[in-house]
């Protein structure tokens, strides 16, 4: 009998011990993960929205010489072509070296008017974008308000698949804020057809709600492609925009589990700025191509 005991407490101490290897090899495999830098990385237009409408052109050339090859636009005063023709948007861009892969678009106003739909896509097609991007819908007070929302982004997301582009949702941090104990964006994303939907995440929002970006990637990655690489601090009590890396994100730790979670394209966006929108992007972009993820 005392053999039999001491053969099973060796057993398990055998399993215990190879378990605890496994998770130590595990934890280091990811520690000596080789590092990787964010390239290409985009800017999202909205973040030079002072200078923008005045000479779009120019200030995109000055984008491009910093750095971002890409670039996710808005609808500002002349659509989110900036009055050019698809065509001419999309050459003028080429010679830039700079690829328009998406844009925020008039969602609110267009989604129940699918002529409206239909010429942000045409538009969105000849311009060479992949992605039609809801940029804020508000907080709802309701659940039934919230499923509506989520009935319209499938109803918008299957008119524009069938036009061979992706629609999606970009959050702020009211649908990451619970109501009656449960986040919005959390519903949003098990009431949405994959096929039709998918989401821009703003690492800037769900941080300032409180919530944990590795847990919800882990759980929710697949369903973001693109993701909003700003940056904060709170100051009496509200988070203020700042240069990225100056703030309260842990971008090398953050980036690093959206690559791995799949998030294919990273687009900077900043609406506060220390000096000037376009010091700051610049800053922005230094910051980017140095950071090691």
Same mark, same amino acid.
């Given at each position: ?142 659940? #039934? ?27 702020? #941090? ?32 769900? #941080? ?86």
């Amino acid at each position: 009998m005392q053999r039999r005991s001491f053969l099973k407490q060796s057993a398990l101490l055998t399993a215990g011990t190879f378990a605890l290897s496994q998770t130590e090899s595990m934890a280091n495999l990811f520690a000596s993960a080789p590092a990787k830098n964010i390239s290409p990385f985009g800017v999202q237009l909205y973040s030079a929205r002072d200078v923008m409408p005045k000479d779009p052109k120019g200030v995109m050339t000055q984008l491009a010489q910093m750095g971002y090859k890409q670039f996710e636009s808005f609808s500002g005063p002349q659509g989110f072509l900036w009055g050019l023709q698809p065509k001419e948007m999309k050459s003028f861009l080429d010679g830039l070296g700079v690829k328009m892969i998406s844009t925020h678009f008039n969602y609110r106003a267009q989604a129940d008017k699918p002529d409206e739909i239909k010429k942000s896509i045409e538009m969105a097609q000849g311009a060479g974008l992949s992605y039609l991007l809801c940029p804020h819908i508000g907080p709802q007070k309701t659940w #039934d308000e919230w499923k509506k929302i989520a009935d319209q982004f499938n109803v918008v997301g299957e008119e524009v698949r069938k036009a061979g582009l992706k629609f999606g949702y970009h959050n702020h #941090d009211y649908s990451f804020r619970p109501l009656d104990g449960k986040l919005p964006q959390e519903f949003l994303l098990d009431n949405t057809d994959p096929k039709n939907v998918m989401f821009e995440l703003d690492l800037c929002w769900i #941080d300032v709600a409180g919530v944990n970006t590795a847990d919800h990637l882990k759980k929710y990655g697949k369903r973001y492609e693109l993701c909003h690489v700003k940056d904060y601090t709170v100051k009496d009590g509200k988070p203020v925009q700042n240069d990225i890396g100056k703030g309260s994100v842990d971008f090398k730790k953050t980036l690093r589990i959206a690559l791995d979670s799949g998030i294919k394209y990273f687009l900077v966006e900043q609406e506060e700025y220390p000096e000037s929108s376009l010091a700051s992007l610049k800053n922005d972009a230094e910051y980017m191509k140095m950071l090691s993820v």
